[in-house]
């Protein structure tokens, strides 16, 4: 299993293809292989709700007119990927009140995720869903999937209640993501959205904001007269 082991560089796979075949590869390379500013792919999975220990069926369109947060990792059983998903467990009640939604996916069956569920202490009292993508399709839509290895990195994307992704993170295996920076981009982007403001770096829920809704034209080269160093640092 790759996952957590060490890195290793991805191998293109060398596949015969049709003429056609080959107009489309080179289409879909001229496209921006980030899902930033894209829509929400339309997918269907067999899920593992924690929450209520029974087998689900999730779709995208359950995520519509909400924020929602996808999140894939590499697989059950593993090391780094359990300490992931307690984190994200555990201010699994600070995102439902922000309204925000979680799906977790990897390539591994519903009746693993529910196996990992009940033997794994870090989950226990977990509250998340867990998509299972055994066709690999869905983690081949977000570009996170490594096909020669047949798992997913680290993919965790956050949509808005239009179902545009604003935000993305992927990662190789060895390393887990930080939860709290996450629900820190989460509050800055619900703020953004909702006012017209823009968040400097570092910016939390009662930081000094930028008004370009409003100052945008005295602020052009000037964002040093609105803000400082010390304070995006504090």
């Given at each position: 299993?790759?996952?957590?082991?060490?890195?290793?560089?991805?191998?293109?796979?060398?596949?015969?293809?049709?003429?056609?075949?080959?107009?489309?590869?080179?289409?879909?390379?001229?496209?921006?292989?980030?899902?930033?500013?894209?829509?929400?792919?339309?997918?269907?999975?067999?899920?593992?709700?924690?929450?209520?220990?029974?087998?689900?069926?999730?779709?995208?369109?359950?995520?519509?007119?909400?924020?929602?947060?996808?999140?894939?990792?590499?697989?059950?059983?593993t090391f780094v990927c359990?300490?992931?998903?307690?984190?994200?467990?555990?201010?699994?009640?600070?995102?439902?009140?922000?309204?925000?939604?979680?799906?977790?996916?990897?390539?591994?069956?519903?009746?693993?995720?529910?196996?990992?569920?009940e033997t794994e202490p870090?989950?226990?009292?977990?509250?998340?869903?867990?998509?299972?993508?055994?066709?690999?399709?869905?983690?081949?839509?977000?570009?996170?999937?490594?096909?020669?290895?047949?798992?997913?990195?680290?993919?965790?994307?956050?949509?808005?209640?239009?179902?545009?992704?604003?935000?993305?993170?992927?990662?190789?295996?060895?390393?887990?993501?930080?939860?709290?920076?996450?629900?820190?981009?989460?509050?800055?982007?619900?703020?953004?959205?909702?006012?017209?403001?823009?968040?400097?770096?570092?910016?939390?829920?009662?930081?000094?904001?930028?008004?370009?809704?409003?100052?945008?034209?005295?602020?052009?080269?000037?964002?040093?007269?609105?803000?400082?160093?010390?304070?995006?640092?504090?």
């Amino acid at each position: 299993m790759s996952c957590d082991t060490g890195i290793k560089a991805r191998k293109p796979v060398k596949k015969e293809s049709t003429i056609s075949q080959q107009y489309e590869q080179s289409e879909k390379k001229s496209m921006s292989s980030s899902m930033v500013r894209q829509e929400m792919p339309s997918f269907t999975l067999d899920a593992y709700d924690a929450k209520s220990g029974h087998f689900i069926s999730v779709s995208s369109d359950d995520y519509k007119g909400k924020w929602a947060v996808i999140c894939f990792y590499p697989a059950d059983f593993t090391f780094v990927c359990p300490t992931e998903i307690a984190a994200m467990n555990a201010k699994y009640d600070e995102f439902q009140k922000l309204g925000v939604e979680i799906l977790a996916i990897s390539v591994d069956s519903k009746f693993s995720h529910k196996r990992f569920v009940e033997t794994e202490p870090l989950l226990v009292g977990l509250q998340l869903t867990i998509g299972a993508d055994t066709t690999k399709a869905v983690s081949e839509m977000f570009g996170v999937l490594v096909e020669e290895e047949g798992v997913a990195l680290r993919g965790r994307f956050l949509f808005n209640p239009d179902g545009i992704c604003v935000a993305q993170e992927v990662q190789a295996d060895s390393v887990g993501r930080n939860v709290n920076e996450f629900l820190r981009q989460v509050e800055a982007w619900q703020y953004a959205t909702k006012t017209g403001e823009v968040c400097p770096a570092g910016w939390r829920p009662g930081k000094k904001t930028l008004p370009v809704n409003t100052d945008a034209e005295q602020m052009t080269g000037r964002v040093g007269d609105y803000i400082t160093i010390e304070e995006l640092l504090s």
